[in-house]
């Protein structure tokens, strides 16, 4: 758990809902998150939290509420939704990197294009990042050359590329093989030691009982339940939180949250 969460709200999720056609992904969701917080959103599968998350870079529109970055409404027509992305990392399960560009090339093309970064200053950044993620060595390997969990922290770093000052995980480690999903977790807890704002959807409860500094359990598009790890896997509130945990977690699974 970070130690350096701040109090004033980076993100502010008032009354948000979210509709497929006729069916609501998400029902009046609030909540904040603090500036320099980790907050794991959990929950059964088709609960909204991918939606949720997806909501604050605009990939996912909203039909109702608002949602302010840093006191902005992001969903206000009149918000450059190419700018707004350009100061959140996204990373999603699915890595996403190209694969006809090098690490290099992967990394150096948002700071380039997005920022203006020369191109010489740019490599300087992805050579620390790289760094930053254990990869220092695979600067010119191709995407297919790389492992999942390689190719998961490449996409770390390009996330980072643009020092954002929050990011965004969607299920990063749910198409790792197991083995791999222990090294992408290390570079999320690094970043979390360092203060980074960060909202990850995950089902890595030991992850979250470790690093989070709250906890949203959500099911059929609303947030039940919000509460710190240790609460809330000692003592979940909700009875759908209560019966989440049980199937999910077996003795030994996760390691006993932090006071």
């Not at 350096?4 to 948000?16: D, G, H, K, M, S």
């Not at 203006?116 to 600067?139: M, N, Q």
């Not at 390009?158 to 083995?179: G, H, K, W």
Request: charged residues 20%; aromatic residues 6%.
């Amino acid at each position: 758990m970070n130690p350096n969460a701040l109090t004033a709200p980076i993100v502010i999720f008032a009354q948000v809902e979210k509709w497929y056609g006729s069916y609501q992904a998400l029902k009046q969701v609030s909540g904040e998150i603090e500036k320099g917080s980790v907050v794991v959103v959990c929950g059964p599968s088709g609960s909204g939290k991918s939606t949720l998350i997806r909501t604050v870079n605009r990939l996912e529109e909203i039909q109702g509420g608002r949602i302010l970055l840093n006191g902005q409404d992001i969903h206000s027509p009149t918000i450059d939704v190419d700018q707004l992305r350009r100061g959140i990392g996204f990373v999603s399960q699915a890595f996403n990197l190209f694969p006809h560009l090098s690490v290099q090339d992967n990394i150096i093309l948002g700071p380039m294009k997005a920022g203006g970064v020369p191109r010489e200053a740019a490599i300087d950044i992805a050579r620390t990042l790289l760094t930053k993620v254990g990869l220092s060595d695979k600067i010119d390997a191709m995407p297919s050359q790389l492992s999942g969990g390689q190719q998961q922290r490449v996409a770390i770093a390009r996330a980072l590329a643009l020092s954002p000052p929050i990011i965004l995980f969607d299920e990063p480690t749910s198409a790792l093989d197991p083995e791999m999903v222990g090294e992408v977790l290390d570079v999320m807890r690094q970043l979390a030691d360092e203060g980074m704002t960060m909202i990850v959807v995950s089902h890595e409860m030991g992850f979250a009982s470790e690093v989070a500094d709250r906890i949203w359990f959500m099911d059929q598009g609303c947030i039940l339940e919000q509460n710190d790890p240790h609460a809330f896997f000692a003592r979940p509130e909700h009875p759908r939180a209560q019966r989440f945990l049980s199937d999910l977690l077996s003795p030994g699974r996760i390691r006993t949250p932090r006071p």
